[in-house]
């Protein structure tokens, strides 16, 4: 396991826990992207969608069970979004502490490429 991931592994149960990061520009849909995520996985493999909202801003966590396997071990990806505005970097700090993996979506509007750089 690599220092400062959340990755487990549950030898008995043979579950891999996995942390990933969604991350996009502000207000390019990260919201709207986990809830078709969410909609799309069978009820029965995943867990309920959390938003975990503060006075200024909002996280959305979701958890759930991969239909596959890998050598024999279930993965269970337990996915975040996070604030993209600049202004949330405590916040961005701590949702990213013990990450797996990070996926980065680009907003494809010909406007928001700066966005997109700032964001990255």
Do not use: C
């Not at 996995?18 to 709207?32: D, E």
């Amino acid at each position: 396991m690599k220092p400062g991931t959340s990755l487990s592994i549950n030898w008995k149960s043979q579950d891999l826990n996995l942390k990933i990061v969604y991350y996009r520009p502000p207000l390019s849909g990260k919201t709207t992207d986990l809830e078709y995520i969410h909609s799309r996985v069978d009820p029965r493999l995943r867990g309920e969608l959390v938003s975990l909202k503060t006075k200024e801003d909002r996280t959305i966590h979701l958890d759930f069970m991969e239909m596959g396997q890998i050598k024999g071990f279930k993965p269970k990806f337990n996915l975040h979004t996070m604030p993209s505005q600049g202004i949330y970097v405590a916040s961005r700090k701590l949702v990213l502490q013990g990450v797996d993996g990070v996926i980065y979506v680009a907003d494809s509007q010909a406007g928001k490429l700066r966005a997109n750089i700032e964001t990255m």
